[in-house]
């Protein structure tokens, strides 16, 4: 996907890939505005606290910390959202500050679909994928496990490209 092209890292989205980037940008920006819940598991995960053991410490730490890194994880899904082509796909060049930023909005859309997906550290994937596909292949899982494999596989070619 991604290829390294001399200070850029390039990749061509078909029209479905851009809707697909477009949709999951969003719902992250939305999570960080209006969704922002510190109830919400997702939130959670995208804002451990710093000291779990002492929620004092974390509340104090959070109190300052929270706002700036709220923004920047705006930023970098406004990033990808940027520098997304129209609806009709197309290609992305992005120099290396801008591939940081849709690797931070990468990750972020992974932690909060893996959240949501109840996906735990050492899950295999293509496991949860076809059981899901053996349950019913038409459902809303199989199309966010898929969705969730290829936002990985985008992440990794990008990583790649960036330190080629």
Request: hydrophobic share 40%; proline share 4%.
């Amino acid at each position: 996907m991604f290829r390294r092209q001399g200070e850029y890292c390039v990749a061509t989205f078909a029209t479905d890939e851009v809707r697909v980037l477009r949709k999951v940008a969003g719902e992250v920006v939305g999570l960080l505005t209006d969704g922002f819940d510190h109830d919400d598991p997702v939130v959670g995960r995208l804002f451990p606290d710093a000291y779990p053991d002492e929620p004092t410490e974390s509340a104090e730490f959070r109190l300052y910390t929270e706002g700036d890194l709220k923004t920047a994880k705006i930023d970098q899904a406004g990033a990808v959202l940027a520098a997304l082509p129209d609806a009709s796909g197309g290609e992305v060049r992005l120099d290396g500050e801008a591939a940081e930023a849709w690797l931070r909005a990468l990750n972020d859309a992974r932690l909060a679909m893996g959240v949501r997906l109840d996906l735990k550290d050492g899950t295999d994937l293509g496991e949860e994928l076809d059981d899901a596909v053996l349950q019913d292949p038409t459902s809303s899982r199989v199309f966010q496990l898929s969705v969730y494999a290829y936002l990985g596989y985008l992440q990794e070619s990008l990583l790649n490209a960036l330190i080629d």
